[in-house]
């Protein structure tokens, strides 16, 4: 699929379905009507990447003040202090990871600001467990297994959603594929996955078939993950936009 690929926000439905695995997108990590709700692109990270954790001021925050963001590590340690000034009802607060970072677990970030003091929390994982595999974008294809053009895709026709998938151990390697659709409105359209086994080195192509009931702009995720029982990402999400006409 020839699309430009793009980050989206991961539904509430499928972080039902799959609330250990996701993150994608905006996901609420802590909900309070009367302080501040905390929402971050991931749930887990490695080291080296981005964290970027966006904070809904519901009430108390007066414009011109000072929200003090303090991040701690697994064992207390404070990796970062962070001021910014209060401008509206949202602070975006984005930090990266050491690379060299050792310290796994669950991580803290603290905000504070007039009498509020919140927390929300993100894992960081062993990256010896996560780079496994190797996940490529989405494509869309018919049931002969030809890419559909961008101009062809039509409401009511089955496609086919795929991905490449190749294991980068020297052993044999069960994962989980899932896929999920979301439409205009960020609402899913389709919730699927399977599971399979890969041998070392190999590339697979799991598919997930879906026939789109109306016309509209979509945006399609697919995951890989080690298993059900034990979720961890083997490689980051790939995404991609396409037209229903």
Same mark, same amino acid.
């Given at each position: 699929?020839?699309?430009?690929?793009?980050?989206?926000?991961?539904?509430?439905?499928?972080?039902?379905? @799959? &609330?250990? *695995?996701?993150?994608?997108?905006?996901?609420?990590?802590?909900? #309070?009507? !009367?302080?501040?709700?905390?929402?971050? $692109?991931?749930?887990?990270?490695?080291?080296?990447?981005?964290?970027?954790? @966006? &904070?809904? *001021?519901?009430?108390?925050?007066?414009?011109?003040?000072?929200? #003090?963001? !303090?991040?701690?590590?697994?064992?207390? $340690?404070?990796?970062?202090?962070?001021?910014?000034?209060?401008?509206?009802?949202?602070?975006?607060?984005?930090?990266?990871?050491?690379?060299?970072?050792?310290?796994?677990?669950?991580?803290?970030?603290?905000?504070?600001?007039?009498?509020?003091?919140?927390?929300?929390?993100?894992?960081?994982?062993?990256?010896?467990?996560?780079?496994?595999?190797?996940?490529?974008?989405?494509?869309?294809?018919?049931?002969?297994?030809?890419?559909?053009?961008?101009?062809?895709?039509?409401?009511?026709?089955?496609?086919?959603?795929?991905?490449?998938?190749?294991?980068?151990?020297?052993?044999?390697?069960?994962?989980?594929?899932?896929?999920?659709?979301?439409?205009?409105?960020?609402?899913?359209?389709?919730?699927?996955?399977?599971?399979?086994?890969?041998?070392?080195?190999?590339?697979?192509?799991?598919?997930?078939?879906?026939?789109?009931?109306?016309?509209?702009?979509?945006?399609?995720?697919?995951?890989?993950?080690?298993?059900?029982?034990?979720?961890?990402?083997?490689?980051?999400?790939?995404?991609?936009?396409?037209?229903?006409?």
């Amino acid at each position: 699929m020839k699309s430009t690929i793009r980050a989206a926000c991961a539904s509430i439905a499928f972080a039902a379905i @799959v &609330a250990p *695995l996701l993150s994608q997108g905006a996901y609420a990590l802590d909900s #309070l009507p !009367t302080g501040v709700t905390m929402f971050t $692109e991931e749930k887990r990270y490695v080291a080296g990447e981005t964290v970027r954790l @966006v &904070a809904q *001021l519901h009430e108390h925050a007066i414009s011109n003040t000072l929200a #003090l963001f !303090t991040v701690y590590a697994p064992d207390d $340690e404070t990796f970062l202090v962070s001021k910014q000034t209060i401008q509206g009802n949202m602070l975006n607060f984005i930090f990266s990871l050491d690379k060299d970072e050792t310290r796994t677990g669950e991580w803290t970030v603290n905000v504070r600001y007039s009498d509020i003091n919140e927390n929300a929390t993100f894992t960081l994982l062993d990256k010896g467990l996560y780079d496994k595999a190797v996940l490529n974008s989405p494509v869309l294809r018919d049931g002969r297994g030809a890419e559909l053009a961008p101009e062809s895709i039509r409401a009511g026709t089955e496609m086919v959603i795929t991905a490449g998938l190749e294991n980068d151990e020297e052993e044999n390697r069960p994962y989980v594929f899932a896929v999920q659709v979301l439409d205009e409105d960020g609402m899913p359209a389709l919730v699927s996955l399977m599971t399979g086994n890969m041998s070392p080195g190999q590339t697979v192509n799991p598919s997930i078939n879906w026939k789109p009931a109306e016309s509209g702009t979509y945006t399609v995720e697919v995951f890989a993950w080690s298993s059900l029982a034990d979720p961890v990402p083997l490689d980051d999400k790939r995404a991609g936009t396409f037209e229903v006409y």
